[in-house]
């Protein structure tokens, strides 16, 4: 039985556009912040809290920030993450109605999780690995034999899409059928041909 899994950012959801506006909630300039957002992203991908993170950016831009900025930039980021691409969720639609074995796999925080969880496409995915959930994250072999596990299936049952090449080939190299994400319609010509 084959499983299709996805990534989330930049294949489900478009890119987040809210960088700017949680630059302008710390007040400094919007390439300082971005370079300071994703210095610290991977840790908090593996598991480190909203405060943890934030903190370490605010630190990185030498500002402070209290625990209400804490929830408010938490906020704006997991708003700015959710926007689904249309062409997307047209094709978990497709995949789900046709009967498709779908799963999820994410690096992302606990707060977007838990965010995600309650969204209706999220219903779709009949498992959903959340790396800040379980201490890992994608390259990292780890991940993918803990969803290989999940799923009980083989490694080469699993079709795999994904907007990062390392996390192609780290997908690969535990056996996984990985493919980078180019879009909706070039997932569909894969699936059709597989």
Known sequence: MTWVVFDYGEVICTRTEAL?????????????FESAYWEHR???DRGI??????KAVADTLGVDIDADTVAELTRIDVTGWARLHPDSAALLEELAHAGTRLALLSNAPASFARFAEQQPWAQHFHTRVFSADVGCAKPDAKIYELLVSRLDARPQDCVFFDDRSSNIEGARAVGLRAYLWQG????RQVLTER
């Open 49 to 54: 809290s909203d405060a943890t993170y934030w």
């Open 42 to 44: 991977d840790a908090y």
């Open 184 to 187: 909706a319609d070039h997932a």
């Open 20 to 32: 700017p506006e949680l630059a302008a909630r710390l007040g400094v300039p919007p390439t300082d």
